[in-house]
């Protein structure tokens, strides 16, 4: 809930390409700015406190935790989230339609419940951009830092090994 009492402060920043004004309590956390002001729920929490990844959204271009970030913070600022990699994909969409990194997932089945994989895919798509031709060891130091707790991160490695080897993996959707 983003309570509305007291002082709000206006913010205008760019989200997946687009521009966004609100004005905003100043504890609001940019995890919940993107989830409730703006409806953009493929952003998801976990902890609450910079442990799981589940989070993780792009703000200039680097991967950065919105639970442990306030919106204000974001003012002026650009964010991508999951919602911003495949335009034309999603519920519904074509494989074809997808980023190269969602589509290898679901080709090497690197998701079960699903929960973990947009913070996943937006830790990856940095890390692809600044390393293109990672080894197992330098794949699995970068998604170190998210928890999945179905997987086993056996195919997740396995599907960023694939996607790096995809054109495009590295530029779409890093902003
Ligand atoms: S919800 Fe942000 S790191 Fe877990
Ligand atoms: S697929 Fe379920 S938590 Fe990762």
Same mark, same amino acid.
């Given at each position: 809930?983003?309570?509305? &009492?007291?002082?709000?402060? @206006?913010?205008?920043? #760019?989200?997946? +390409? ?5 004005? *905003? ?7 919940? %700015? ?8 493929? #952003?998801? *929490? ?6 799981? $990844? ?9 991967? *950065? ?10 003012? $002026? ?6 919602? +911003?990699?495949a335009?034309g994909g999603?519920?519904g969409g074509r494989e074809g339609d997808l980023?190269?990194? &969602?589509a290898? %997932? ?11 994989? @947009?913070? %996943?895919?937006? #830790?990856?798509? @940095? %890390? ?16 170190? $830092?998210?928890?999945?707790?179905? #997987? ?24």
């Open positions: 809930m983003s309570a509305r &009492q007291g002082g709000g402060v @206006p913010i205008s920043l #760019t989200v997946n +390409g687009s521009p966004a004004s609100r004005t *905003v309590e100043p504890r609001l956390l940019l995890s919940d %700015f993107l989830r409730h002001d703006l409806e953009l729920t493929g #952003t998801h *929490v976990g902890c609450e406190h910079g442990v799981c $990844g589940a989070c993780t959204v792009l703000l200039d271009g680097e991967a *950065v935790r919105s639970c442990l970030l306030f919106a204000v913070q974001a003012d $002026g600022h650009a964010i991508e989230t999951v919602e +911003g990699l335009p999603g519920a980023h190269p990194l &969602q290898a %997932f679901h080709a090497a089945h690197a998701l079960q419940c699903g929960f973990c994989t @947009p913070g %996943f895919l937006m #830790t990856l798509v @940095p %890390f692809l951009r600044e390393n293109p031709d990672p080894d197992e060891h330098e794949i699995r130091e970068a998604l170190s $830092g998210n928890l999945c707790r179905c #997987t086993g991160y056996k195919n997740i490695v396995d599907a960023v090994a694939l996607a790096a080897r995809k054109p495009g993996a590295d530029a779409r959707g890093a902003a």
